[in-house]
């Protein structure tokens, strides 16, 4: 049962434009919400995050937005830039600060030229 | 500071042969979790261990799976006997407590196991 879903694996965006991942999940107790980037031979390293009580949170370039009543999250990147290109994770868990993530399967994303 | 270390970086090993992951956290970090990347699942966390004292192994797959965590510095990830379906990445990631929670892992480059 995978509660954490990424339903596109893979996604090709042309630099300069927006980059937008999306992520559904289906436990309704999930209180916080993160996004981890990884690069080829790396682990994955935390991008941002977002608590339940709010529905945006920004950093830089990356925005998260989060939709409860449709249980769906979205990373938007603006503009993308090459060095963007890397596997995404959604992540969720029960609590802010809790141990225990779930993770979705990952998005592929490639900036081109 | 040299991270959270993993070895080997790449296993290859036959069918019902025993495999040993290892893994060497942050000093100072007390939380050391185990995680499985696979294509359909993405993600998987299978063990984690606060102050060296396993927590939580509901996502170990099945008794052929075993974990320990002997000292703050040390943790290795057992399989045996392996079978191809255990093929997979797996990384291993350490954090203090208290913290900014999943914020403050720090995962290893991972160690990547092909059982033929």
């Known amino acids: 049962d995978q509660q954490v879903k990424q339903n596109s694996p893979s996604l090709s965006v042309q630099e300069g434009r927006i980059s937008i991942l999306n992520c559904d999940y289906t436990n309704s107790m999930f209180d916080y919400f993160l996004w981890y980037k990884k690069y080829p031979a790396e682990g994955p390293t935390f991008l941002i995050s977002?608590?339940?009580?709010?529905d945006k949170n920004e950093d830089g370039r990356f925005t998260v937005f989060l939709n409860k009543s449709a249980k769906h999250l979205s990373l938007h990147i603006v503009p993308s830039q090459p060095g963007d290109s890397a596997v995404y994770f959604c992540a969720a868990s029960l609590i802010q600060g809790a141990q225990k993530l779930v993770f979705g399967q990952g998005t592929r994303l490639t900036i081109n030229p | 500071d040299a991270g959270v270390i993993q070895s080997p970086r790449h296993e290859v090993t036959e069918m019902g042969q025993e495999v040993t992951l290892r893994c060497k956290p942050i000093?100072?970090?007390?939380?050391l979790f185990w995680y499985r990347q696979t294509m359909m699942r993405g993600l998987e966390l299978l063990i984690y261990?606060?102050?060296?004292?396993?927590?939580?192994d509901s996502g170990m797959p099945e008794d052929r799976f075993s974990a320990k965590m002997p000292n703050a510095s040390f943790s290795t990830l057992k399989i045996q006997p392996s079978e191809p379906r255990d093929s997979a990445v797996y990384f291993c990631?350490?954090?203090?407590?208290?913290?900014?929670?999943?914020?403050?892992?720090?995962f290893g480059s991972g160690t990547r196991l092909t059982v033929v």
């Open positions: 990631a350490s954090s203090f407590r208290p913290d900014r929670g999943p914020k403050g892992y720090t």
């Open positions: 261990f606060n102050n060296n004292v396993p927590i939580d």
């Open positions: 000093s100072g970090h007390n939380s």
């Open positions: 977002i608590s339940s009580i709010k």
